[in-house]
Structures are given as C-alpha cells and as structure tokens.
C-alpha cells in the first residue's frame, strides 16, 4: 500500500477512519487540534463519516458515546485537559461499557508548551480502568488507533490512546492498509447502559471481573517487545512511547543493547514486566509525563534487592520533557561533542498578541478603565487573550481552566470585591462560559463580563465558534442578563476614549453587566483575503 | 546517509513551508524521515523551530540530539544563534542577515552576525532583499532553502519540484517569485 506524510495526529485519524470510522468530535485544543482538522478534511473529501467540533470536550465524549450506543464506531478527541472536561462522562462510560468501538484520544503535553499543567492521562486509565495504547511512532499510531476498535468491541468497553506532543506534532512517512467499512446501525443494552444503582453494581462488578483479561490481552500484544539480553544482567530498560525512541536513539553504535521492555499498552503487562525485573539487577524506567510505570514498580517498599532508577529516584526531572540527551545521561552515556553555546546573551521571543490585535485594544481601555480602583482583579479564561497576562499588557490576573473567568468573578463578588472583572473569548464562553453567566444572572451578582467576540477559537488555528455574533447577544440576553446592561464595544484605537467609558459604566453599576468586544481576529480576516 | 536539520525562524515566517518542501523531497527520494514541529501558543510572533531528521535508515528519535545537527537553516539571524549546541563540530549555519525586531531588547545586529560567523561553517545571505528581487518579501523562506541547498542531502529536482507543488495552487505570479527566490538563494551562497 501506499507511503503517506502525516502528524502523529494524523496517523491516528487516518487509522480510525480505516477502521471504519462513522462519526469523530472534539474540542480544539494544542496538541490534539490536528487530529480532528484532519478527519474534518477527510470527511469532506469523502463524505463517508460525520466530523465535527464539538461545544466542548464533555459534549464531544457524549456525542461519541451516543454513535457507539448506536453500533457504530466513533472517536473523541482532546489535550489532557479536554479529558477532565469530559472526565463524567468518560468515568461512567467505563461502567456502561462501549457498543460499537469506541476510541478517546488524549493527547499530553509534558513540558507544558501550550498548557497549564502536566497532567498524564495514564493515570485516568486506571482510574477508569479501561484498555489503552501509547504509540512510540507514526505507523504505530496508524496502526494501533484501528486496532483499537477491535479491542474496545471485544472488551465491549472505550478503548484510550494516550500521546504526547512530540509525537502529536512530528511528522513521517506512514504505510497505509485497505480500510474497513462502517459498522450497522445496532442499538440494544438499555440495562447496561442505564446506570441506576442496581443497574451500575452489575456493570461495575463486570469491569473488575475484566481485568485480568486486558493485562493477559497487554501481555500478548505485540506492541510490546520484551528482549533479554543473556550476557549482561547489570541493567533493564523499561521504555514507553517516545521514551523508548530516546533509549534507541541514545544506544544508536552500540554492539549490544541492556534487556529491555518497550511498553505500549495499559493495564501493563505484569508478566513481561516480571521477566525483565527478574533478569537484572537494576531497571531504568524511561517514560515522558509522571512517573507512572515506575511508580507502580516500587510501590511503598521498592523492590527487594533490584534498583529502580526513573524520575522518583532523581535520575530524570521530575517535570518537564523527556529528551534525547536526558535519557542519553540517565544510560551513563557522554554527551555528544558539539559547538558550545552562543555566548552572546539571548533575548527570548515570548509568544504574543498578533499586530493589530482587537485583543490589544480591549486591555488597553480595560487598563484605563481599571486605573482609579485599587484592588480589583481580572479574571482572564484560555485563549489567546490570556497573553494580556504579560507585558504591555499586564491587563488579567488569573487563567484557570476553560470557562472559570465567569465563576470566579462571580466567587470574588460574592465575598465583596469589587470591582470584579471577568474577559473571556467567545468559543470559551460557549465552552463553559453559559452556565455560570446563568447562575450570576440569578443572583444579579456585581461583576462585569466582557466577551471578547473575535469570531473564532483563534488559538489553536481558527476553528469555528458557536457561539458569536447576533447568536451571542441573544444567548446572553437568554440568560437572564439585563437588556441595558448588555453592551456592544468595538476595539479599535480611533474608540478607546468611547469604550473606556462604556467599561467604567458598567463596572459602576452594581450588578451584572456583560459587555461583547466584537472585532474579527486579524488572523482570520487575513486568511479570508489570500 | 543522514542529515540532521534545526529549522529555525519566528512563527510567520514559512518556517513550516521549508519542512514541507524538504519533507516531501524526502519522501520522493524514499528517506526516512522525521520531523518534529511547534503548533499553538509558540506560533504567535514567538521562537518557532523544527527538528528534520533525513536518514537511509530507520529513525529513533524525533528530537535531534545536542551534537548530531548537521545544519542550522534560520530565516531570522538570532534564532539561529539558540540552537547552536545541537550543532555538531563541523556543522554548518545557513540563515538570514535580517532581522525580525519584535521584541524590546533585540541586540545589536553586528554583535549578533558576528556570533553567526562562529560557527565552525556559514552562509549569511540579505534574504530580505532577495526576497523583494524576487518578486515578494513573504519568499525569505525559499530564499533561505535556495542558501542551503547545495549543503542538503536533497536532490536539486526534488527540492524543485515540491516547491513547484507547494506554490503552483497560488498563481503564477507566486509560483515565478518563489522559484526565483530559490535561485538567487542558491547564487547567494556560492558568493557567501
């Protein structure tokens, strides 16, 4: 078949669609925006499957959910954070179980390069306890996301693949195989998939009686390679994703690789595990995001007699990436000559506010507006305007998680600040934004929310917004919020003075306003005229 | 055979367009490769680099090693400088003479050219002003592709003919500037 360039998101898309796809949703969001922009692309070229974004990540489990109910094979996509979003969904789905196969994707971002933290979404497959993948490369992320359909059939529950930025976001050439077609529509188990307690005790005792199958399946897949070495028993390596590509990458001329491990499926095979632990006498564990294989390795008391070197041991950083030269340290391998480091001192270049920017105009009238009070705070959301944080602007003070501007607003209020501010892009507010406006509206809480209407989830590249335009008006009016105290601003300079006194306006009446700066992002106007 | 790239620029200027036009010759020339790329927050006016891994074999890591690159290719002067520990003894840095000014304390331009010359082989070309010869300043990036061509692993067609794909949807007059912009990339380094 056939040779094709993709993202590591890509390959995964590409592999579901193979695998007889019918319906993927999402959220934007960085590192997993791709894999949904690709099935967008493909879905219409050939219109064979549904692909949408979603609201947000919690609708987009659900939308997937209700496709598998139905028989049919389906895929949700996020970053790491997307997943706690839709972490209710996703917890319970474990105990109602999939119907047509079900595929969740997580995409984590170790060393946080666009995110708030670090979390390894390893972790949520345990918790849920469900079957999972993580790919090392490209054709294994092809490969392993149509395999995993099969699997979440067989198990009959969702199936997790776990990636991380660098395989995300790199690119290489994929060999692609004959795809499979659609399943049939084929709805059925309405016990099983309602969870009332009576219901819910049965499901859940059959999740438990399943674990011991998915480590059995683990230790068979060949996705996991296990190979001793019967010369040398001084060190194992454990590797998982692109972890193991590092420890090849470091052992690259060396006549004779350590034993080693390479793990690519969760529940962890135990049994493979156990064999190379017992062959050496020390286990290096090399795996990007929290120190979850090494952790369940040593447990409270470690392992009696064997060494467990990883990032609890000090080995590697505790946070951060992974590296080639990292791991290449970790092997007690010298570093490479190189050419030493510029000695000239190096500004850094901060990701910024595009020139022009409506953004930009919003926080310098937001500044003005603000600069007779003392003590109030801006609550700022997730999108580009959580750059406002940083000089010039120094404009918001927090940035949370996706919708908590307008709830903590409304949290500070409560406790008597004032004034208490929230900014929140449009797609944001849409996101998560509503509910708490809802609850505010009730109360007549005194804040002010300003929805910065730029038209588009311009972070991550300009997905669509549903919420936008005369739609947003009407959605905040819907709410509740007072028609006089809906305001309509345009951030452009030649309007500063006008929007400053809108700002102060609305920030003195004691209650709830919410006012929409509507300009179009300039990235997306540009992209409108080439 | 193998050739360890840091592609390096700030995020606008075709740092990603580079990647495509060496990725895809790759793929016609039947290398392996990898190439490892920043998407999101870093593309907005901040340091936006890329690593490209072109091998006859297999590739490990998608990363490059500090000590394996065995070239820089940066369309903005001090971008290239950020990355020279990657570079191996011998390497070589191809980049631009221009600078891309979007933050207060960029350092003198002179000092900046002079730590560039440091490295153990360079070509410095105006990619500016033969980017505006060649039709649009929006071309630097081929310009900076057309500079290194001579040192890459990449068949002079194969480089050709992508940028020809790569271009050829955008209207002839596009297509003319950036396959200009790629020949006098090419002059330029034999003079530099």
Same mark, same amino acid.
């Given at each position: 078949m056939s040779r094709q360039i993709l993202l590591g998101d890509e390959a995964i898309a590409l592999g579901a669609v193979h695998a007889g796809l019918s319906a993927g949703y999402s959220y934007p969001g960085t590192p997993a925006s791709e894999i949904m922009e690709y099935l967008i692309r493909l879905a219409g070229e050939t219109k064979a499957f549904t692909a949408v974004w979603s609201v947000n990540e919690k609708v987009a489990y659900e939308e997937a959910l209700g496709a598998s109910f139905a028989g049919k094979r389906a895929l949700v996509s996020f970053k790491h954070v997307g997943l706690n979003v839709a972490a209710d969904p996703f917890m319970n789905s474990a105990v109602t179980g999939a119907n047509g196969g079900l595929l969740v994707v997580s995409a984590?971002?170790?060393?946080?390069?666009?995110?708030?933290?670090?979390?390894?979404?390893? $972790?949520?497959?345990?918790?849920?306890?469900?079957?999972? $993948?993580?790919?090392?490369?490209?054709?294994?992320?092809?490969?392993?996301?149509?395999?995993?359909?099969?699997?979440?059939?067989?198990?009959?529950?969702?199936?997790?693949?776990?990636?991380?930025?660098?395989?995300?976001?790199?690119?290489?050439?994929?060999?692609?195989?004959?795809?499979?077609?659609?399943?049939?529509?084929?709805?059925?188990?309405?016990?099983?998939?309602?969870?009332?307690?009576?219901?819910?005790?049965?499901?859940?005792?059959?999740?438990?009686?399943?674990?011991?199958?998915?480590?059995?399946?683990?230790?068979?897949?060949?996705?996991?390679?296990?190979?001793?070495?019967?010369?040398?028993?001084?060190?194992?390596?454990?590797?998982?994703?692109?972890?193991?590509? $590092?420890?090849?990458?470091?052992?690259?001329?060396?006549?004779?690789?350590?034993?080693?491990?390479?793990?690519?499926?969760?529940?962890?095979?135990?049994?493979?595990?156990?064999?190379?632990?017992?062959?050496?006498?020390?286990?290096?564990?090399?795996?990007?995001? $929290?120190?979850?294989?090494?952790?369940?390795?040593?447990?409270?008391?470690?392992?009696?007699?064997?060494?467990?070197?990883?990032?609890?041991?000090?080995?590697?950083?505790?946070?951060?990436?992974?590296?080639?030269?990292?791991?290449?340290?970790?092997?007690?391998?010298?570093?490479?000559?190189?050419?030493?480091?510029?000695?000239?001192?190096?500004?850094?270049?901060?990701?910024?506010?595009?020139?022009?920017?409506?953004?930009a105009d919003t926080f310098k009238a937001l500044n003005k507006a603000l600069e007779n009070y003392s003590g109030s705070n801006v609550f700022s959301d997730i999108g580009c305007y959580t750059l406002g944080a940083l000089p010039p602007y120094n404009a918001v003070q927090t940035g949370v998680c996706m919708g908590a501007s307008v709830s903590m607003a409304r949290g500070a209020s409560d406790v008597g600040l004032h004034p208490a501010v929230s900014v929140i892009g449009d797609s944001t507010f849409a996101h998560s934004g509503i509910t708490p406006l809802l609850g505010a509206a009730h109360a007549d809480t005194n804040m002010t929310v300003i929805v910065l209407d730029n038209a588009t989830t311009a972070m991550t590249g300009g997905q669509p917004s549903y919420g936008t335009g005369e739609r947003l008006l009407r959605i905040i009016e819907g709410v509740g919020v007072p028609k006089e105290h809906i305001r309509t601003i345009e951030p452009l300079p030649k309007n500063h003075e006008k929007n400053i006194q809108v700002i102060k306006e609305e920030i003195e009446h004691r209650g709830l306003s919410v006012i929409v700066a509507v300009r179009e992002c300039v990235q997306e106007q540009r992209k409108k005229r080439s | 055979?193998?050739?360890?790239?840091?592609?390096?620029?700030?995020?606008?200027?075709?740092?990603?367009?580079?990647?495509?036009?060496?990725?895809?010759?790759?793929?016609?020339?039947?290398?392996?490769?990898?190439?490892?790329?920043?998407?999101?927050?870093?593309?907005?006016?901040?340091?936006?680099?890329?690593?490209?891994?072109?091998?006859?074999?297999?590739?490990?890591?998608?990363?490059?090693?500090?000590?394996?690159?065995?070239?820089?290719?940066?369309?903005?002067?001090?971008?290239?400088?950020?990355?020279?520990?990657?570079?191996?003894?011998?390497?070589?840095?191809?980049?631009?003479?221009?600078?891309?000014?979007?933050?207060?304390?960029?350092?003198?331009?002179?000092?900046?050219?002079? @730590?560039?010359?440091?490295?153990?082989?360079?070509?410095?070309?105006?990619?500016?002003?033969? @980017?505006?010869?060649?039709?649009?300043?929006?071309?630097?990036?081929?310009?900076?592709?057309?500079?290194?061509?001579?040192?890459?692993?990449?068949?002079?067609?194969?480089?050709?003919?992508?940028?020809?794909?790569?271009?050829?949807?955008?209207?002839?007059?596009?297509?003319?500037a950036n396959l200009k912009a790629y020949e006098l990339g090419k002059k330029a380094a034999l003079g530099a």
């Open positions: 984590d971002d170790p060393g946080m390069h666009s995110s708030q933290n670090e979390q390894d979404s390893r $972790y949520y497959v345990q918790f849920a306890q469900i079957f999972a $993948y993580e790919p090392s490369d490209h054709q294994e992320a092809y490969d392993m996301a149509r395999e995993a359909f099969d699997v979440s059939e067989r198990f009959g529950l969702p199936v997790l693949m776990r990636l991380v930025t660098r395989l995300a976001h790199s690119r290489s050439p994929v060999e692609i195989r004959e795809p499979r077609g659609p399943n049939e529509l084929r709805t059925g188990a309405a016990k099983d998939w309602t969870l009332l307690p009576v219901n819910a005790r049965r499901r859940f005792a059959l999740l438990l009686d399943r674990q011991p199958e998915m480590v059995r399946f683990s230790e068979e897949s060949p996705f996991n390679v296990l190979k001793l070495n019967a010369s040398d028993r001084s060190l194992g390596v454990i590797a998982s994703g692109v972890g193991y590509n $590092y420890f090849r990458e470091a052992m690259k001329g060396e006549a004779a690789l350590p034993s080693f491990l390479k793990v690519s499926t969760y529940p962890l095979p135990e049994g493979l595990i156990r064999k190379l632990v017992g062959h050496v006498d020390a286990v290096l564990v090399v795996e990007d995001g $929290y120190p979850f294989i090494e952790r369940q390795l040593k447990g409270f008391f470690g392992i009696a007699g064997k060494t467990v070197l990883g990032k609890l041991s000090g080995v590697f950083p505790v946070t951060g990436e992974l590296s080639p030269d990292n791991v290449r340290r970790a092997l007690g391998r010298d570093p490479l000559p190189a050419v030493a480091a510029s000695v000239l001192p190096l500004s850094g270049r901060p990701p910024q506010l595009c020139v022009g920017c409506s953004h | 055979m193998k050739q360890d790239i840091i592609l390096a620029g700030v995020g606008g200027q075709g740092i990603l367009s580079i990647a495509y036009v060496i990725d895809n010759a790759a793929l016609a020339e039947g290398l392996f490769f990898k190439q490892a790329e920043v998407h999101g927050m870093a593309r907005r006016g901040g340091a936006v680099q890329s690593h490209m891994r072109l091998s006859n074999d297999a590739i490990w890591s998608d990363l490059i090693p500090k000590g394996e690159a065995d070239m820089i290719l940066s369309v903005e002067p001090l971008e290239a400088l950020r990355y020279f520990e990657y570079l191996r003894p011998g390497g070589i840095v191809v980049t631009s003479s221009t600078p891309y000014r979007n933050i207060p304390d960029y350092p003198d331009i002179d000092r900046v050219l002079e @730590a560039v010359r440091k490295a153990p082989r360079c070509v410095v070309v105006d990619s500016e002003k033969l @980017a505006r010869e060649a039709g649009t300043v929006r071309a630097q990036n081929i310009v900076l592709l057309g500079a290194a061509a001579a040192s890459l692993i990449l068949k002079d067609a194969s480089l050709l003919l992508t940028i020809d794909a790569l271009f050829r949807g955008r209207g002839a007059t596009v297509l003319e």
